[in-house]
């Protein structure tokens, strides 16, 4: 059974909130993302700090993004959506979609085409249509 290890999750955010660095992110993007430990069903980082990958949708200023994390898990329930880079597909977690401080926002894995990405919004925008 999974441990939600709230306690170590809460001295990594305290670590990335104090962190000043500046970071030049673009919609496209695959980037390390820490989403950390959450509650219920709301997705969960990885590993030690955290992290999973997600795809920048937006960026909003010079502090926030809009991304939709990334699962490597095949789901065929709405809101799981296929995504192909790097010559594998994964699903993006559009249930999953929210906002945040680009502190949280690490290392690029990969950049989409334009199109890809506007495909990408176009199945965003079909699922939240409802």
Not at 84 to 113: P, Y
Request: with cysteine; net charge positive.
């Amino acid at each position: 059974m999974y441990h939600k290890d709230f306690d170590k999750w809460n001295l990594v955010k305290k670590q990335i909130n104090d962190t000043d660095r500046e970071i030049s992110i673009r919609a496209g993007e695959v980037r390390w993302v820490s989403f950390g430990v959450n509650i219920g069903s709301e997705i969960d980082g990885k590993g030690t700090s955290f992290n999973r990958p997600a795809l920048v949708v937006g960026v909003f200023g010079a502090h926030l993004a809009l991304i939709v994390p990334l699962t490597s898990k095949n789901k065929s329930i709405p809101g799981y959506i296929p995504f192909e880079w790097k010559g594998k597909t994964d699903m993006l977690c559009v249930n999953q979609m929210r906002v945040v401080s680009q502190k949280r926002i690490f290392s690029r894995l990969a950049h989409i085409s334009d199109k890809h990405l506007q495909k990408c919004k176009d199945e965003v925008k079909c699922f939240f249509e409802l």
